[in-house]
């Protein structure tokens, strides 16, 4: 199990520079399954040196619930406390991604403009997506533990002049909400720029809710990625079987 996130992770870093979300900088995280042996906070993430674009399934590090390095050689990202104090504090939380996302900063960064669900799939975020006051690098536990109160049970934060933080169930979960956090912030400033933004109701959300199969949009979208990624070389052929849900016949969609 624990090869398998390693390769979702890697994946879905290489997707996300890619799609322009991750730079030079930003991380992707899993937490591993107890049943590795590890603690119930362990987690895999890349190294701070490893460049996002080629990020690579082995040569992720494996850090323990304490913020240490269990196994791998390098050192972590300097904000590996954002990770690991989530997954000490929010046992619902398998996947974590950290990224410095331009046009959602500037959200952060003018008066009266917050985060609003301005198309269907942010529902995800219905209940909110709060600001955090430190802009400075997260690089203690004590730091971490601080965007975690403000983090509380949502699914994500913003990080005042910073970035973003997004907290899913699974990593294909994580990826697809990355896409609709990009997307919903696009339409909200052209939004802007045109009049006054009129975001989806409570009302009009939760009728999408009630029909949404959460699970099933995220593989639709995981298996999308992972072709495209593929076909643009972003992704080694050699690991679409191992990505792809029903992975039969999966180097034939490639062709496709």
């Known amino acids: 199990m ?25 991380h992707v995280s899993a937490r591993l399954p107890a049943g590795d042996g590890t603690d119930p906070n362990a987690f895999v993430i890349q190294s701070m040196a490893a460049p996002r674009v080629g990020v690579d399934p082995g040569g992720l590090l494996t850090m323990d619930g304490a913020g240490g390095v269990r196994d791998g050689l390098g050192a972590p990202p300097l904000e590996v406390h954002i990770h690991g104090e989530i997954y000490k504090a929010r046992p619902d939380v398998r996947a974590v ?9 500037l959200l952060t960064v003018v008066t009266d403009l917050a985060f609003v669900p301005m198309k269907n799939h942010a529902c995800r975020w219905s209940d909110g997506v709060p600001v955090h006051a ?19 049970g949502r699914a994500a934060t913003l990080l005042r002049g910073h970035g973003q933080v ?16 990009v997307e919903n912030v696009a339409v909200l400033l052209k939004a802007v720029g045109l009049g006054r933004p009129l975001p989806l109701t409570a009302a009009e959300l939760g009728e999408f809710t009630a029909g949404f199969d959460r699970a099933r949009h995220a593989r639709k979208l995981w298996d999308y990625y992972v072709t495209s990624a593929t076909r643009a070389k972003a992704l080694p052929e050699s690991w679409v079987d191992g990505l792809l849900f029903g992975s039969e016949g999966s180097r034939d969609r490639l062709s496709n």
């Open 134 to 152: 430190d802009s400075s690098h997260i690089d203690t536990p004590e730091k971490g533990r601080e965007v975690v109160a403000t983090l509380g």
């Open 97 to 105: 991604a950290h990224f410095h996302h331009d046009d959602s900063n």
């Open 2 to 26: 624990s090869d398998a996130l390693r390769l979702q992770v890697a994946a879905t870093t290489r997707v996300l520079v890619m799609e322009g979300v991750l730079g030079y900088s930003g």
């Open 166 to 181: 997004l907290v899913a169930e699974d990593v294909p979960c994580l990826l697809a909400d990355t896409v609709h956090f």
